[in-house]
């Protein structure tokens, strides 16, 4: 059973940063692709960030040069949040392609406030 875990959400003022976290556990692939999405009250869910296992990164116009995907290992990938904006708030997820499955965490919710 594969779990995935974010965690590193809050409150934040406009201008600052917050790193997300997603942490999977159980059998996962080397060859895995990960993605954070967003879900802002009202609107539909949306990509912001890819990365996939050999490093190749895809990123949602809205922030780019302000937003960071990362992986230190098959398990464990990043997205760090900088010069956040109001329009930033929502619920972050991330999905994990794996074995040609997806699998979702439970969220993690981001605020910024003006």
């Known amino acids: 059973q594969v779990q995935l875990v974010e965690s590193g959400g809050g409150l934040v003022q406009a201008g600052g940063s917050l790193r997300l976290s997603c942490a999977a556990s159980?059998?996962?692939?080397?060859?895995?692709?990960v993605g954070w999405y967003r879900r802002a009250p009202g609107k539909q869910r949306e990509l912001v960030a890819q990365?996939?296992?050999?490093?190749?990164t895809n990123y949602a116009d809205s922030v780019k040069g302000r937003f960071t995907i990362s992986r230190e290992s098959a398990k464990n990938t990043y997205l760090q949040m900088n010069s956040l904006k109001p329009e930033d708030t929502a619920v972050y997820y991330c999905?994990?392609?794996?074995?040609?499955?997806?699998?979702w965490g439970q969220g993690t919710q981001v605020t910024v406030s003006s």
């Open positions: 159980g059998l996962i692939s080397a060859f895995n692709a």
């Open positions: 990365i996939t296992s050999d490093g190749t």
């Open positions: 999905k994990m392609k794996n074995f040609g499955v997806n699998y």
